[in-house]
């Protein structure tokens, strides 16, 4: 796949649980990743909150590429390539808003929320003959999904359709993107999406939402000054059993499991909002029954949504900007009939734990920039990054599909998982070879 002639799949060795570091570091690899990746895979684009009205705009990314997501004045949504057909400007150069249609200011072409060029400078004497305005919209992607309020688009029109690219992680958007109480009552940005870029490569971030708890020990410091809710030492008073679940398609995921019986206490710091977990912790219970405990804490869909499905609850997407360099956008969700009061207590236990203040995520930048930036050097190339923790132990579980491994066994089947598709995906030109090669159980225990 390089000038080298090297494969991925020769990058990413699985049945060793060895990694090398080419593919954090060699920008050959990175330019390659724009096609073989971010040109074919599902990706994450915002929230069906986020446009609700005929003319709101959200403008977010696939790849490095600017798009725009916007609700038509028919109500239908539309994913466009933020690039304007007459020369290329970036027609919408805000983050977000309301409008009738996109004019853009080089030029001031002008198209409607639905796409279509309807307006051009001196059209009737500078075109003759007249040109098709209808051949010059804006592009738009060839395939859109609306999962439970999530938005994903691929420009790649063979790729399968978005619950068979999902695969059994299904089951993580169905335990985790309900409300709080299990029931589908909707859910709500707080505030807006937060932006700020890291110098690491973008798959630092995407593995260790996929189910990285080796790490756990870099928190250590927040555990140890209460900034948890509980008010007591540790983010969260208890995380339950924990357990990695993996898929084939590349997606990872990290559950903790709660008996049923168990205690919340997780909001002991504030009274009402304790309350209110109780309340939909109750109401979960009623609905759900023996899986009301059967939540994901953090997970990644491939290649490059990452989320925290419990407390807090948001979406953080990893855009790549360069072999060096990612652009993380962390969204936060409450329940739309959460109390005010929960809302606010919730606001500011989120902004002291994520985005670029909080302090767990900054540990957790730190690592990424510290590793990115030792690994680049001629003589650091040369060692393979290490995988092995939990080789060969995944095995099928009675309540989740896919691949599990639980606790007290740690494991690092997530990332193997994700990095394995990312071969798969760098290598392997048809969606008939990447479906054929969805296998992770070779090295993992047999079914
Ligand atoms: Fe958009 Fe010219 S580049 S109108
Ligand atoms: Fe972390």
Redesign the pocket.
């Given at each position: 796949m390089t000038s080298t002639n090297l494969t991925a799949r020769s990058l990413v060795d699985m049945a060793e649980g060895e990694i090398s570091r080419e593919i954090f570091v060699n920008a050959e690899i990175y330019e390659q990743e724009k096609e073989r990746i971010f040109s074919r895979a599902w990706l994450y684009i915002g929230h069906e909150s986020q446009i609700e009205n005929p003319g709101d705009y959200f403008v977010s990314k696939m790849g490095e590429e600017s798009v725009i997501l916007t609700r038509d004045f028919a109500g239908k949504i539309h994913v466009f390539l933020n690039s304007?057909a007459?020369?290329?400007?970036r027609?919408c150069r805000y983050d977000e808003g309301n409008t009738s249609a996109f004019r853009?200011p080089?030029?001031?072409?002008t198209y409607k929320t639905d796409g279509t060029l309807v307006g051009v400078q001196d059209y009737d004497n500078a075109y003759q003959p007249p040109f098709d305005k209808s051949e010059w919209g804006l592009v738009e992607v060839p395939q859109m999904a609306n999962y439970m309020g999530t938005i994903w688009a691929t420009w790649d029109e063979d790729a399968p359709p978005f619950e068979e690219y999902l695969g059994e992680a299904t089951v993580a958007f169905d335990h985790g993107f309900c409300a709080w109480d299990g029931s589908d009552a909707g859910t709500e940005l707080l505030g807006s999406t937060q932006k700020w870029r890291v110098p690491c490569n973008w798959k630092f971030i995407a593995e260790n939402f996929s189910g990285d708890w080796l790490h756990g020990v870099s928190h250590r410091s927040v555990d140890l000054i209460r900034l948890g809710p509980s008010g007591e030492v540790g983010r969260r008073d208890d995380f339950g059993q924990l357990v990695v679940n993996g898929f084939p398609e590349g997606h990872g995921i990290l559950y903790s499991l709660y008996p049923n019986k168990q205690e919340r206490t997780e909001y002991a710091m504030s009274p009402e909002t304790s309350e209110y977990f109780q309340h939909c912790w109750e109401r979960r219970l009623k609905k759900l029954g023996d899986k009301a405990g059967t939540c994901p804490l953090v997970g990644t869909i491939f290649p490059n949504m990452s989320f925290h499905a419990q407390q807090p609850r948001t979406l953080l997407v990893s855009h790549p900007t360069g072999t060096n360099e990612t652009e993380m956008w962390r969204t936060y969700f409450v329940d739309k009939s959460a109390p005010e009061s929960v809302k606010q207590f919730l606001r500011e236990y989120y902004m002291r734990y994520s985005g670029p203040a909080g302090m767990t995520e900054q540990d957790d930048m730190e690592n990424w920039n510290y590793a990115s930036e030792a690994s680049r050097g001629m003589i650091a190339r040369r060692r393979p990054y290490h995988y092995k923790a939990g080789l060969g132990v995944g095995s099928p579980h009675s309540e989740l599909p896919g691949v599990v491994t639980e606790q007290p066994i740690t494991s690092e089947q997530n990332p193997r998982f994700f990095y394995k598709r990312w071969a798969d995906y760098m290598d392997l030109g048809s969606w008939d070879e990447l479906r054929d090669a969805k296998s992770v159980r070779f090295w993992e225990r047999a079914s």
């Open positions: 304007c007459h020369r290329g400007m027609v853009c080089y030029h001031a072409w």
